[in-house]
Antibody, heavy 118, light 107 residues
Framework: EVQLVESGGGLVKPGGSLRLSCAAS????????MNWVRQAPGKGLEWVSS????????YYADSVKGRFTISRDNAKNSLYLQMNSLRAEDTAVYYC???????????WGQGTLVTVSS | DIQMTQSPSSLSASVGDRVTITCRAS??????FNWYQQKPGKAPKLLIY???SLQSGVPSRFSGSGSGTDFTLTISSLQPEDSATYYC?????????FGQGTKVEIK
Protein backbone atom coordinates (compact mmCIF):
# COMPACT_ATOMS: atom_id res chain seq x y z
CA GLU A 1 0.00 0.00 0.00
CA VAL A 2 1.35 3.40 -0.97
CA GLN A 3 1.81 5.67 2.04
CA LEU A 4 3.10 9.21 2.35
CA VAL A 5 3.52 10.59 5.85
CA GLU A 6 4.49 14.21 6.41
CA SER A 7 6.05 15.58 9.57
CA GLY A 8 7.84 18.66 10.81
CA GLY A 9 5.05 21.20 10.84
CA GLY A 10 4.41 23.54 13.72
CA LEU A 11 4.29 27.12 14.93
CA VAL A 12 7.13 29.39 13.84
CA LYS A 13 7.70 33.13 14.03
CA PRO A 14 7.91 35.27 10.91
CA GLY A 15 11.41 35.07 9.49
CA GLY A 16 11.97 31.66 11.01
CA SER A 17 12.74 28.33 9.42
CA LEU A 18 11.19 24.88 9.35
CA ARG A 19 12.03 21.61 7.63
CA LEU A 20 9.23 19.34 6.49
CA SER A 21 9.74 15.65 5.81
CA CYS A 22 7.68 13.14 3.88
CA ALA A 23 8.31 9.44 4.45
CA ALA A 24 7.28 7.25 1.53
CA SER A 25 6.53 3.54 1.54
CA UNK A 26 4.77 0.94 -0.56
CA UNK A 27 6.32 1.92 -3.89
CA UNK A 28 9.69 2.41 -5.54
CA UNK A 29 10.30 5.95 -4.34
CA UNK A 30 13.34 6.49 -6.54
CA UNK A 31 11.24 6.03 -9.70
CA UNK A 32 8.82 8.91 -9.12
CA UNK A 33 8.89 12.67 -9.20
CA MET A 34 7.49 14.19 -6.03
CA ASN A 35 5.76 17.41 -5.15
CA TRP A 36 4.76 19.69 -2.30
CA VAL A 37 1.30 21.28 -2.46
CA ARG A 38 -0.11 23.58 0.21
CA GLN A 39 -3.52 24.79 1.28
CA ALA A 40 -4.02 27.89 3.38
CA PRO A 41 -6.84 27.65 5.95
CA GLY A 42 -10.18 27.74 4.15
CA LYS A 43 -8.51 28.28 0.78
CA GLY A 44 -7.72 26.29 -2.36
CA LEU A 45 -4.73 24.24 -3.41
CA GLU A 46 -1.42 25.79 -4.38
CA TRP A 47 1.46 23.85 -5.93
CA VAL A 48 4.73 24.72 -4.17
CA SER A 49 7.59 22.65 -5.61
CA SER A 50 8.52 19.58 -7.66
CA UNK A 51 11.58 17.38 -7.80
CA UNK A 52 12.34 14.70 -10.37
CA UNK A 53 13.20 11.13 -9.44
CA UNK A 54 16.95 11.68 -9.50
CA UNK A 55 16.81 15.31 -8.33
CA UNK A 56 17.96 16.48 -11.75
CA UNK A 57 14.99 18.78 -12.23
CA UNK A 58 13.66 21.05 -9.51
CA TYR A 59 10.94 23.66 -9.80
CA TYR A 60 9.37 26.20 -7.46
CA ALA A 61 6.36 28.45 -7.38
CA ASP A 62 7.36 32.11 -7.60
CA SER A 63 5.83 32.66 -4.16
CA VAL A 64 8.50 30.48 -2.51
CA LYS A 65 11.45 30.75 -4.90
CA GLY A 66 14.63 31.71 -3.08
CA ARG A 67 13.16 30.85 0.33
CA PHE A 68 12.21 27.17 0.07
CA THR A 69 14.41 24.24 -0.98
CA ILE A 70 13.08 20.85 -2.01
CA SER A 71 15.27 17.78 -1.76
CA ARG A 72 15.02 14.01 -1.52
CA ASP A 73 17.00 11.06 -0.23
CA ASN A 74 16.14 8.02 -2.30
CA ALA A 75 18.11 5.75 0.03
CA LYS A 76 15.84 6.83 2.87
CA ASN A 77 12.63 7.03 0.77
CA SER A 78 12.18 10.57 1.98
CA LEU A 79 11.23 13.95 0.56
CA TYR A 80 12.05 17.24 2.27
CA LEU A 81 11.10 20.90 2.14
CA GLN A 82 13.42 23.36 3.84
CA MET A 83 11.48 26.56 4.45
CA ASN A 84 13.39 29.73 5.35
CA SER A 85 12.34 33.36 5.81
CA LEU A 86 8.81 32.25 6.57
CA ARG A 87 5.96 34.70 6.23
CA ALA A 88 2.42 34.79 7.57
CA GLU A 89 1.16 33.95 4.10
CA ASP A 90 3.05 30.64 4.22
CA THR A 91 0.61 29.42 6.86
CA ALA A 92 -1.00 26.32 5.38
CA VAL A 93 -1.33 22.59 5.46
CA TYR A 94 1.55 21.19 3.41
CA TYR A 95 0.99 17.97 1.50
CA CYS A 96 3.51 15.81 -0.26
CA UNK A 97 2.16 14.17 -3.39
CA UNK A 98 3.43 11.63 -5.88
CA UNK A 99 3.52 12.53 -9.57
CA UNK A 100 1.51 10.31 -11.87
CA UNK A 101 0.34 10.24 -15.49
CA UNK A 102 -0.06 13.61 -17.18
CA UNK A 103 1.73 15.20 -14.20
CA UNK A 104 -1.25 14.54 -11.96
CA UNK A 105 -0.86 13.75 -8.26
CA UNK A 106 -2.12 10.28 -7.49
CA UNK A 107 -1.14 9.79 -3.86
CA TRP A 108 -1.11 12.42 -1.14
CA GLY A 109 0.00 12.45 2.45
CA GLN A 110 -2.29 13.50 5.29
CA GLY A 111 -0.65 16.91 5.45
CA THR A 112 1.26 18.82 8.11
CA LEU A 113 0.18 22.23 9.37
CA VAL A 114 2.64 25.11 9.31
CA THR A 115 1.59 28.22 11.20
CA VAL A 116 3.67 31.38 10.87
CA SER A 117 2.74 33.83 13.58
CA SER A 118 4.34 36.01 16.20
CA ASP B 1 0.91 31.45 -15.40
CA ILE B 2 -2.12 29.56 -16.68
CA GLN B 3 -5.29 30.56 -14.85
CA MET B 4 -7.94 27.93 -14.17
CA THR B 5 -11.51 29.10 -13.65
CA GLN B 6 -14.13 26.73 -12.29
CA SER B 7 -17.87 27.15 -12.34
CA PRO B 8 -19.99 27.15 -10.42
CA SER B 9 -18.26 27.95 -7.13
CA SER B 10 -20.87 25.89 -5.33
CA LEU B 11 -23.94 23.86 -6.08
CA SER B 12 -26.62 21.95 -4.26
CA ALA B 13 -28.21 18.91 -5.84
CA SER B 14 -30.27 15.91 -4.86
CA VAL B 15 -29.21 12.30 -4.66
CA GLY B 16 -29.49 10.78 -8.11
CA ASP B 17 -29.07 14.08 -9.97
CA ARG B 18 -26.63 14.51 -12.81
CA VAL B 19 -24.05 17.13 -11.83
CA THR B 20 -21.68 18.98 -14.12
CA ILE B 21 -18.72 21.14 -13.12
CA THR B 22 -16.76 23.07 -15.70
CA CYS B 23 -13.23 24.41 -15.76
CA ARG B 24 -11.68 26.78 -18.26
CA ALA B 25 -7.97 27.34 -18.80
CA SER B 26 -6.61 30.73 -19.80
CA UNK B 27 -4.74 29.09 -22.70
CA UNK B 28 -4.70 25.70 -24.38
CA UNK B 29 -3.43 22.90 -22.18
CA UNK B 30 -4.27 20.08 -24.61
CA UNK B 31 -5.29 17.18 -22.32
CA UNK B 32 -2.89 17.90 -19.44
CA PHE B 33 -5.77 18.32 -17.05
CA ASN B 34 -6.89 16.62 -13.86
CA TRP B 35 -9.77 16.58 -11.37
CA TYR B 36 -9.53 16.06 -7.60
CA GLN B 37 -12.08 15.57 -4.83
CA GLN B 38 -11.41 16.85 -1.33
CA LYS B 39 -13.49 16.19 1.75
CA PRO B 40 -13.14 18.35 4.88
CA GLY B 41 -9.98 17.65 6.82
CA LYS B 42 -8.71 15.18 4.23
CA ALA B 43 -6.13 15.22 1.49
CA PRO B 44 -7.29 15.64 -2.10
CA LYS B 45 -8.03 12.48 -4.06
CA LEU B 46 -7.31 12.09 -7.77
CA LEU B 47 -10.48 11.33 -9.73
CA ILE B 48 -9.65 11.97 -13.37
CA TYR B 49 -6.29 12.43 -15.08
CA UNK B 50 -5.41 13.38 -18.64
CA UNK B 51 -8.84 15.01 -18.97
CA UNK B 52 -10.84 11.80 -19.29
CA SER B 53 -9.03 8.84 -17.72
CA LEU B 54 -10.68 7.47 -14.60
CA GLN B 55 -8.24 6.87 -11.77
CA SER B 56 -8.20 3.32 -10.45
CA GLY B 57 -10.80 2.71 -7.76
CA VAL B 58 -12.90 5.76 -8.60
CA PRO B 59 -16.60 4.96 -9.20
CA SER B 60 -17.69 4.97 -12.83
CA ARG B 61 -20.34 7.62 -12.15
CA PHE B 62 -17.47 10.11 -12.39
CA SER B 63 -16.36 11.09 -15.89
CA GLY B 64 -14.27 13.80 -17.46
CA SER B 65 -14.22 15.36 -20.89
CA GLY B 66 -12.71 18.21 -22.82
CA SER B 67 -9.46 19.35 -24.37
CA GLY B 68 -7.76 22.61 -25.18
CA THR B 69 -9.26 25.14 -22.80
CA ASP B 70 -12.64 23.78 -21.73
CA PHE B 71 -13.17 20.78 -19.49
CA THR B 72 -16.04 19.12 -17.67
CA LEU B 73 -16.45 16.80 -14.70
CA THR B 74 -19.73 14.92 -14.65
CA ILE B 75 -21.22 12.92 -11.82
CA SER B 76 -23.90 10.86 -13.52
CA SER B 77 -25.92 10.05 -10.39
CA LEU B 78 -24.98 12.04 -7.31
CA GLN B 79 -24.47 10.03 -4.13
CA PRO B 80 -24.35 11.26 -0.51
CA GLU B 81 -20.64 10.45 -0.30
CA ASP B 82 -19.94 12.80 -3.22
CA SER B 83 -20.43 15.82 -0.98
CA ALA B 84 -17.02 17.48 -1.25
CA THR B 85 -15.04 20.23 -2.93
CA TYR B 86 -13.78 19.49 -6.41
CA TYR B 87 -10.65 21.05 -7.90
CA CYS B 88 -9.37 21.12 -11.44
CA UNK B 89 -5.65 21.32 -12.21
CA UNK B 90 -3.61 22.02 -15.31
CA UNK B 91 -0.45 19.96 -15.67
CA UNK B 92 0.65 21.33 -19.03
CA UNK B 93 3.26 23.74 -17.79
CA UNK B 94 4.87 24.77 -14.53
CA UNK B 95 3.67 26.34 -12.34
CA UNK B 96 0.96 23.68 -12.06
CA UNK B 97 -2.18 25.60 -11.16
CA PHE B 98 -5.54 24.68 -9.66
CA GLY B 99 -9.01 26.07 -10.01
CA GLN B 100 -10.58 27.77 -7.02
CA GLY B 101 -12.79 24.79 -6.24
CA THR B 102 -16.45 23.85 -6.53
CA LYS B 103 -18.27 22.87 -3.36
CA VAL B 104 -20.93 20.23 -3.97
CA GLU B 105 -23.62 19.85 -1.34
CA ILE B 106 -26.43 17.34 -1.12
CA LYS B 107 -29.96 18.74 -0.77
Amino acid sequence: EVQLVESGGGLVKPGGSLRLSCAASGFTFSSYSMNWVRQAPGKGLEWVSSISSSSSYIYYADSVKGRFTISRDNAKNSLYLQMNSLRAEDTAVYYCARAFNANSFDYWGQGTLVTVSS
Amino acid sequence: DIQMTQSPSSLSASVGDRVTITCRASQSITSYFNWYQQKPGKAPKLLIYAASSLQSGVPSRFSGSGSGTDFTLTISSLQPEDSATYYCQQSYTIPWTFGQGTKVEIK
